[in-house]
């Protein structure tokens, strides 16, 4: 069979483009290559050899090929792990933090606003002191499910730590579109969760906003800005959004 026969085009021609360089050069190649499949794509590494002639020349060209689908599966499988959080798949501060910088980056390249959400959960604590961390386990994926229901898709919402989450808003309008988006939140987390065999469980959750580049031209000002905002409406009574302001935190919902 031809290559073609056997291998999606563009690995073919990927393939085929290492034979041809072995051909012409006469020394050994190596390369990965992806075979996709319908249960699973398989890697492999494929070694290209030039087999010489009497007089040294290249009269052919053998290639072996080592299926290393399980270690490309392991090394995603880590990669993943360094950037998601592994409850609630959400991207982790990490990676959270790299998506802000570059909203940040959009954000000044296009003379745009953008909106970064503090939300802490209000007395998360007592759900796993009452019912145990499983039951905390199921509520933190249940939030974060409504968070994401609750942002388009151009928006990133990350999990920091605990109860800990955050959203930004790239592109805004304006200060009114972000709050509304955190005061939809806001209600959207305090209608009760049904934690299957757990019982239903009503909660609040406290928000933090805070805008760029009036609250921050980077992201470790914004970010503070966020986190102190939150910490205003957690100190208010909790069950609340509060929008940044450089001496304090009003509050606006």
Same mark, same amino acid.
């Given at each position: 069979? %031809?290559?073609?026969?056997?291998?999606?085009?563009?690995?073919?021609? $990927?393939?085929?483009?290492?034979?041809?360089?072995?051909?012409?050069?006469?020394?050994?190649? !190596?390369?990965?290559?992806?075979?996709?499949?319908?249960?699973?794509?398989?890697?492999?590494?494929?070694?290209?050899?030039?087999?010489?002639?009497?007089?040294?020349?290249?009269?052919?060209?053998?290639?072996?090929?080592?299926?290393?689908?399980?270690?490309?599966?392991?090394?995603?499988?880590?990669?993943?792990?360094?950037?998601?959080?592994?409850?609630?798949?959400?991207?982790? @501060?990490?990676?959270?933090?790299?998506?802000?910088?570059?909203?940040?980056?959009?954000?000044?390249?296009?003379?745009?606003?953008?909106?970064?959400? =503090? !939300?802490?959960?209000?007395?998360? %604590?007592?759900?796993?002191?009452?019912?145990?961390?499983?039951?905390?386990?199921?509520?933190?994926?249940?939030?974060?499910? @409504?968070?994401?229901?609750?942002?388009?898709?151009?928006?990133?919402?990350?999990?920091?730590?605990?109860?800990?989450?955050?959203?930004?808003?790239?592109?805004?309008?304006?200060?009114? =579109?972000?709050?509304?988006?955190?005061? $939809?939140?806001?209600?959207?987390?305090?209608?009760?969760?049904?934690?299957?065999?757990?019982?239903?469980?009503?909660?609040?959750?406290?928000?933090?906003?805070?805008?760029?580049?009036?609250?921050?031209?980077?992201?470790?000002?914004?970010?503070?800005?966020?986190?102190?905002?939150?910490?205003?409406? %957690?100190?208010?009574?909790?069950?609340?959004?509060?929008?940044?302001?450089?001496?304090?935190?009003?509050?606006?919902?």
């Amino acid at each position: 069979k %031809k290559i073609w026969d056997i291998f999606p085009r563009d690995e073919a021609e $990927k393939r085929f483009t290492v034979v041809k360089w072995v051909f012409e050069n006469g020394q050994t190649r !190596i390369i990965e290559v992806r075979v996709p499949r319908p249960d699973g794509d398989r890697f492999y590494v494929t070694t290209a050899k030039p087999i010489l002639d009497d007089e040294s020349q290249v009269a052919s060209v053998i290639c072996i090929s080592k299926d290393i689908t399980d270690r490309k599966l392991a090394e995603e499988a880590l990669v993943r792990m360094a950037q998601y959080d592994g409850l609630t798949d959400l991207p982790n @501060r990490a990676l959270f933090s790299d998506r802000l910088q570059h909203a940040i980056s959009e954000a000044v390249r296009n003379k745009t606003r953008l909106a970064l959400l =503090f !939300i802490d959960l209000d007395h998360f %604590k007592t759900v796993n002191d009452t019912c145990g961390h499983a039951a905390g386990d199921l509520l933190i994926q249940a939030v974060a499910l @409504r968070l994401q229901s609750n942002v388009r898709k151009s928006d990133t919402v990350g999990r920091l730590a605990g109860d800990e989450f955050v959203v930004v808003l790239p592109d805004i309008e304006g200060d009114s =579109f972000a709050m509304a988006v955190a005061d $939809k939140i806001r209600d959207s987390l305090s209608q009760p969760f049904d934690l299957n065999e757990y019982q239903s469980h009503a909660i609040s959750a406290s928000i933090g906003v805070a805008i760029y580049p009036d609250h921050g031209l980077t992201e470790i000002e914004l970010t503070r800005s966020a986190d102190n905002a939150m910490y205003g409406a %957690k100190s208010s009574g909790r069950n609340q959004v509060r929008l940044f302001q450089s001496t304090s935190s009003i509050l606006l919902r």
